[in-house]
């Protein structure tokens, strides 16, 4: 395995985990109404599109 292709596939997890983060705040959001369960969620995925971003711009890595 290259080491762009661990790369990728850990940028892919930091993705799927921060998607999974930010459900689970806004479940507790809607749970218990506290804002800074709101705010966790939605930072979350703004580092998520964040993080999809970056793992775009890897589309020309390791090619020749």
């Known amino acids: 395995m290259r ?3 661990a790369h990728r596939i850990l940028i892919i997890a930091g993705i799927a985990f921060f998607i999974l983060y930010a459900v689970v705040r806004g479940r507790a959001y ?4 506290d804002t800074m369960d709101l705010v966790q969620a939605v930072v979350s995925l703004v580092v998520a599109l ?12 390791g090619k020749r």
């Open 3 to 5: 080491l762009i292709t």
């Open 30 to 33: 809607l749970a218990r109404g």
């Open 50 to 61: 964040g993080l999809q971003w970056y793992f775009r711009s890897l589309a020309g890595w």
